[in-house]
């Protein structure tokens, strides 16, 4: 397997301003109300899509790396604090769906 070498031909990681080329797919996710309004939040303080955040968050993950910094991570406090979003890591793989009173209304309950 090879590296990306910089222009200093040191081994490591492509300059930033250079672009890679991907193959990307949409996707139909499903993913929490609250946690997905949070989500919004930090990608647009970033000024990236959301996309692009999920793509991040789980290229750091994979790596054993932290995602977010000290002042994201202050960010995303308060946008949970905003959004009334109470769940955190201890919730992961235990949330279960529930009908949303808006998809209630569609179904005429």
């Given at each position: 397997?090879?590296?990306?070498?910089?222009?200093?031909?040191?081994?490591?990681?492509?300059?930033?301003?250079?672009?890679?080329?991907?193959?990307?797919?949409?996707?139909?996710?499903?993913?929490?109300?609250?946690?997905?309004?949070?989500?919004?939040?930090?990608?647009?303080?970033?000024?990236?899509?959301?996309?692009?955040?999920?793509?991040?968050?789980?290229?750091?993950?994979?790596?054993?790396?932290?995602?977010?910094?000290?002042?994201?991570?202050?960010?995303?406090?308060?946008?949970?604090?905003?959004?009334?979003?109470?769940?955190?890591?201890?919730?992961?793989?235990?949330?279960?769906?529930?009908?949303?009173?808006?998809a209630e209304r569609?179904?005429g309950k």
């Amino acid at each position: 397997m090879t590296s990306a070498r910089s222009d200093s031909g040191k081994k490591g990681k492509a300059p930033a301003s250079e672009g890679i080329a991907v193959e990307r797919v949409q996707t139909g996710i499903r993913v929490e109300r609250r946690l997905l309004k949070v989500l919004k939040g930090i990608a647009e303080y970033h000024d990236i899509t959301l996309g692009d955040l999920l793509e991040g968050i789980c290229l750091h993950v994979i790596e054993g790396k932290a995602p977010f910094g000290k002042e994201t991570i202050a960010v995303a406090g308060e946008l949970k604090r905003l959004y009334g979003l109470d769940l955190d890591a201890g919730a992961s793989h235990r949330m279960t769906e529930t009908s949303s009173p808006r998809a209630e209304r569609l179904r005429g309950k």
